[in-house]
């Protein structure tokens, strides 16, 4: 067993408040020197980790449309308008969740969990004066109980919202646009799963994994700067020409302030969000966007129009990662004389590629549609349990005659074992200190149905399948086998 390591050095804890002064002095610096435009003005969907309805990709940062009847409380008796007209936008949505476990996994029968959120954004230009600014504050109340944890024992959690009870503070950012909106800038406490690393056709369904992969959210402090956890730092989006856009980000690599390896949870670390931790390394991630439309590249400038968008980007922390193999005295952790506390590196590294992609329209301006995802990841095998992670999966508009807004999905993912994490399992095996059995990567398919029961409210019954529960061949705890998973879920989703 892996024991909890020690605190970071003093001399790396001072690291990330260097490299976010200097982020700041050069956010003050762009403040001082070009013009003020609107700030990109987020998607009230942006603070839903997974089930998400996304509109046809566009490279472009204009705000989304306002529409009352997408909320069931409309303009709240003309309120919404009269705030608007003042710069205040609000956004209210609620979350519930039943899921079953019908065969395999650990123990069958049915959980709930579920969460509430609230957004605000503000115009400082109509409220203050200030042209040009946008100030966003959300909150989460999450509640409910594990059902990945307590009855699947799976890796991949069957939803975003299994993410531990808290009410917590979740973004708090002020954003700027520059040069006709082509740049635009955000500092605070960030959520880097909004924008960075994202499948659009991969969030529509509603497994954790196909929003912020298990790669990171295994390989990084609290899984990083991802849905419920937001870290402090800041975000530079560019848009130099029509087709590419260029993004970069530098955060605090550990938003909850805690070790890497803890028995306690990172929700109970900052059940409020508030801690605004700057202790660890620090996070650089970039990315690069090529939106495309794949008829015009095939065909000519008549066909329908295939819009899609093609990413590669990838991530350097600065902070300490364990080895999966060797121990602080640089013995086998397998051993029955190690100490359990692994040797710390310094960095660690993931590399990644995004394809989201239409490939078939009826006709032209027609809603019905078929669209590919794929999403790759590479990351160090010495620090990372698991090096690489691959998913892909199919989404289908308006399949249904007569359901213009509904989305049927189907999808596959997995993750691999580094070649550290399996040399130690070879280890405990030859040492007699094995008691989970091999490693064996576990695999997840999930078919989902989004329907749209009205403007406001979207009811998406899921269906999703387990293969290697917990990816290893006998439950540590029981020494038995884990049979495949077979899980049910019902995902409800009001927008007030």
Not at 137 to 159: D, K
Not at 189 to 195: G, I, N, P, S, Y
Not at 274 to 298: C, N, P, R, V, Y
Request: glycine share 12%.
């Amino acid at each position: 067993m892996l024991k909890t390591p020690d605190a970071f050095p003093l001399n790396s804890r001072t690291r990330p408040a260097r490299h976010l002064a200097i982020l700041c002095s050069l956010v003050s610096g762009l403040f001082a020197s070009l013009p003020v435009q609107a700030a990109t003005t987020p998607l009230a969907t942006d603070i839903l980790p997974s089930g998400v309805p996304l509109p046809v990709p566009s490279p472009t940062f204009s705000p989304p449309e306002e529409d009352a009847s997408t909320e069931m409380l409309g303009t709240m008796g003309g309120a919404r308008t009269w705030l608007g007209k003042k710069g205040v936008r609000i956004t209210l949505q609620d979350v519930e969740e039943l899921w079953g476990l019908a065969s395999g996994g650990m123990q069958r029968g049915a959980t709930y969990d579920g969460m509430t959120a609230v957004a605000l954004s503000l115009d400082t230009g109509k409220t203050f004066g200030w042209q040009g600014g946008l100030l966003n504050v959300s909150a989460l109340q999450i509640r409910g109980r594990s059902f990945t944890g307590e009855r699947l024992g799976a890796l991949n959690t069957v939803s975003g919202y299994d993410a531990g009870r808290s009410t917590r503070l979740f973004e708090l950012w002020y954003g700027q646009s520059f040069l006709n909106s082509t740049l635009d800038v955000r500092v605070g406490t960030l959520d880097l799963d909004t924008e960075f690393l994202v499948s659009q056709n991969a969030s529509f369904f509603l497994n954790s994994s196909f929003g912020w992969p298990l790669s990171t959210s295994s390989n990084l402090y609290s899984g990083g700067p991802s849905w419920p956890y937001s870290a402090v730092g800041g975000r530079v989006k560019w848009r130099p020409a029509a087709p590419l856009v260029l993004m970069g980000a530098i955060t605090n690599d550990n938003p909850t302030h805690g070790p890497f390896y803890s028995d306690i949870s990172a929700s109970q670390r900052d059940p409020s969000g508030t801690l605004f931790s700057t202790k660890g390394g620090a996070l650089f991630m970039g990315e690069a966007q090529l939106w495309l439309d794949a008829a015009k590249q095939i065909g000519g400038r008549d066909d329908v129009a295939l819009p899609g968008v093609w990413k590669v980007g990838g991530l350097y922390d600065t902070g300490r990662f364990p080895d999966q193999r060797y121990d602080a005295q640089r013995g086998l952790l397998a051993s029955p004389d190690s100490s359990g506390s692994p040797f710390y590196h310094q960095g660690n590294w993931m590399a990644y590629f995004v394809i989201d992609q239409m490939i078939w329209r009826k006709e032209k301006g027609s809603g019905k549609t078929i669209n590919f995802f794929a999403r790759a990841t590479l990351s160090n095998g010495t620090t990372s349990r698991f090096s690489s992670e691959i998913q892909s999966g199919f989404t289908f508009d308006e399949l249904l005659p007569g359901r213009p807004d509904d989305t049927l999905g189907l999808a596959w993912g997995t993750s691999l074992y580094g070649l550290r994490a399996k040399e130690n399992t070879h280890d405990s095996f030859r040492l007699g200190t094995n008691t989970a059995g091999a490693l064996v990567p576990e695999h997840h398919l999930e078919f989902t149905y989004q329907a749209a029961a009205t403007p406001w409210l979207i009811v998406q019954p899921d269906f999703q399948y387990f293969w290697n529960v917990g990816g290893t061949s006998l439950n540590p705890q029981t020494g038995k086998h884990i049979r495949n998973g077979v899980v049910t879920g019902l995902n409800l989703t009001t927008t007030f």
